[in-house]
């Protein structure tokens, strides 16, 4: 069993940046890819950034790609991501997720936090 709970959301310009972390309890982290989703209302829940369980192979969104960067520190626990250039489109809850497999949808990951609200305002 893995329990995560994310941090560092919340109110930001557009253009601003901020930096969530999931942190992960249980059985051992290392042992398992991350993932980030988002879901903001009134739409589906959708993917965001992916990392292998090393760290060696990650994947993002097109909508994402170039402003966002997700990373994990396998010592603390804690998988990033780092979100610069913030967008309004942007806002939404942003959940961390886990698994053995290292993929985009969320059908692939067993273990989910409770999410952690961004807002971007214009």
């Known amino acids: 069993q893995v ?3 994310e941090s560092g959301g919340g109110l930001v310009q557009a253009g601003g940046s901020l930096r969530l972390s999931c942190a992960a309890s249980g059985r ?3 042992s398992y890819a991350k993932a980030w989703f988002r879901q903001a209302p009134g739409k589906e829940r959708e993917f965001v950034a992916a990392i292998s369980r090393g760290g060696g192979m990650t994947s993002y969104a097109d909508s994402v790609k170039g402003r966002f960067t997700i990373s994990r520190d396998n010592a603390k626990n ?15 809850v942003y959940y961390c997720a886990a698994d053995w497999g290292y993929g985009s949808t969320d059908v692939e990951y067993a ?5 952690t609200q961004v807002t971007v305002s214009s």
């Open 3 to 5: 329990q995560l709970v």
């Open 28 to 30: 051992t982290f290392s």
């Open 78 to 92: 804690t998988v990033y991501l780092q979100m610069n250039s913030l967008k309004p489109e942007d806002t939404a």
């Open 111 to 115: 273990y989910w936090g409770q999410g």
